[in-house]
């Protein structure tokens, strides 16, 4: 097959997948109602893609504060500008950093771990047997996975954010000797709850979450019942939502600008 | 809804399939396949490898379509039941899957409650009493805490019947049930099989290559190849009536009507030896 005709499959294929998600995110909807009795197995997945996440958010958090903060300080000291450091700081992570990041830290430690757990309940019928014993595998596997990461995203990164700001404190503060009242007055004057905490931390992170679960639950649900296809589609999962955030990231901020 | 297994306790046929056609991949797995289940027997599907047994099975729950033909549960054409309908027949038919496809979250215990707590609200004690008399029945209410990867394979199909006993189905159906038993589990198994159809009138349809067992419990068996029922009648003389599908089948003979290799093109052209002579 020619160089154009392999580019053309590809592109049909994803167009396909693209496709299939959609009306997949049209059953996940739909199932909602019908997994609310299923309200004990949201829970555990809360706590599995949630509270089980919050070690490696929250050390990323920090380390993310601050390298930011050392890079800062260091770019604004030519300017006379260090004051500002905590203030950019903050402004960078909650407009950007913090949901981006988390939500690539989410989709490699939650994300995986949904698909390749789906991808295996199908490889051993588990998914067929409960299709036999009358329970909705959608209202019961799916479905919770999808709210769970949905509630989790916003809390995670919201703790993301504040390691963030902890460690440039840290760096900035106690290390590089920036006062600490300038810190946290530039940081309260300059950031907005509507642009930088609304729309930055909680709306860009809900959408995040929402579609790394949805690529995970797709994945898992839709993976060929072999271990080469759960190895695939937990692949799968990492680079499509690694894709799909950062490309709804530009969108969500040119709309939210 | 009324539960379309129990719908027509008077009519003798509880499964009745008509004109079942089936193409996976290319391969005709069933040819207008006509088959009638009896309602409280065992009936026995054998038939060679990749004959479409599991297949069979899955069509009757309304796990797989079929391209043309009908199933009929209970009266009801399983094709045009919507998604409720179809949960409702499967509340009153017991599977038990090949590989046992317990729940590997949840443990012994809970496996065997997990169907009860999804469809009743039995209060805790009731739902304890129901699983371990399940348990007790297949011998394993000493492992009731264990989980899944602490079972033998023979062990965890042991689990995988009395989940799917546990709601005293009108209609189970066995997928390989005697794979992986040792001596005294089997008995034990086929024991409670020919107890459950006896004493409750449950139909069991079992899908099995193992004769020895099927002519033990089994009250009619079906022999299923190239896509049809070549042979059916009694366990105990099916072996015997002389047809050349019985008694290739189960005198294990290679040649016969029942294809033992899977079609493939000229054997010596693929070796590369086509045109070559001595």
Redesign the interface.
Known sequence: MSARGQHGNVVTQSLTQIGLCGLFLLTLLAAIPRSFRYLRETTRQLWFVGAMSLTIIMVCGLFVGMVLMLQLYHVLSIFGGTSASGMVVALSVYRELGPVVTALLFAGRAGTAITAEIG??RA???I?????????PIAYVATPRFLAGLIAMPLLCCVFCAMAVFGGHLVGVTWLGIDNGTFWSNMTAVVDVHTDIVNGVLFKSLAFGAVVSLIAVFQGFTTPPTSEGVAYATTRTVVASSIAILALDFVLTAFLM | MTDPVRATPDDPTLVRIRGLTTVLNGKTIFDALDMDIPRGKVTAIMGPSGTGKTTLLKHI?G?MRADAGSIHVGGRNVAGLS?EEL??L??G?G?L???S????DFDVFENVA??LR??TKLPEVLIRNLVLLKLQAVGLRGAARLMPNELSGGMARRVALA?AIVFDPQLILYDEPFVGLDPVALNQVLKLIRTLNKTLGITSVLVSHELDAVQQIADHVMLLSNGKVVAQGDPRTIAGDGSPWTRQFFGGEADGPIPFRYPAGDYATELGLAGVTK
């Open positions: 295996l309940m051993t019928d588990q067929s047997a409960m299709e036999m014993m009358a329970v909705d | 729950t796990q998604r949960y409702k499967r509340e038919v599977y899957f090949q590989n496809a317990l729940l590997t997990f169907p999804q469809h989940r």
